[in-house]
């Protein structure tokens, strides 16, 4: 079945050290999302990729970083810098098309002890 | 920039009618679109408006209004299971196309 998939479902790291979170899709997306959400809030857009090889900064990049070299996979590394990472990281991905929604994994969600 | 706000929490009646509304600032609009959330999972799409007026899908029907900077999301014959949390969003196109959520409202079907 197609679908968009986000591991480890739980994820435990110490603080300092950088952790990749993973999304992949079988759906053959040319878009994708990554979002953070966090208790009671929306979701905060952290990077998004139009295209393979190009992605641009969301609202809240700071502290992380992305890449785009398959079309499949967009994997988010929560590096040191970011202050606070302990959230519920979103991973989305949209097909072609102007009334497109899109599709989500079922989320990570890490924890920084 | 952007701004979206819904509110946070709503309360109705199993069986009932339910009115969530959804007002927006942006520039480049492309789309709004509703998704439900229930806790602790990923949210799932139910609307989408990019014209003014009422889309109807089933139980749920979404309006929009872009002069207003408005929608609503009504939800009809409430149900149980239909407490989750409702999410409006935006997509603006510029330069590509992102899609930024408002905060979300809680809604609590009782019986």
Known sequence: ?113 | GQNIDQPTEMTATEGAIVQINCTYQTSGFNGLFWYQQHAGEAPTFLSYNVLDGLEEKGRFSSFLSRSKGYSYLLLKELQMKDSASYLCAVREQTGGFKTIFGAGTRLFVKA
């Open chain 1, 1 to 113: 079945d197609g679908g968009i998939t986000q591991s480890p479902k739980y994820l435990f790291r110490k603080e300092g050290q950088n952790v990749t979170l993973s999304c992949e899709q079988n759906l053959n997306h040319d878009a994708m999302y990554w979002y953070r959400q966090d208790p009671g809030q929306g979701l905060r857009l952290i990077y998004y990729s139009q295209i393979v090889n190009d992605f641009q900064k969301g609202d809240i990049a700071e502290g992380y970083s992305v890449s785009r070299e398959k079309k499949e996979s967009f994997p988010l590394t929560v590096t040191s810098a970011q202050k606070n990472p302990t959230a519920f990281y979103l991973c989305a991905s949209r097909g072609g098309g102007q009334n497109t929604e899109a599709f989500f994994g079922q989320g990570t969600r890490l924890t920084v002890v």
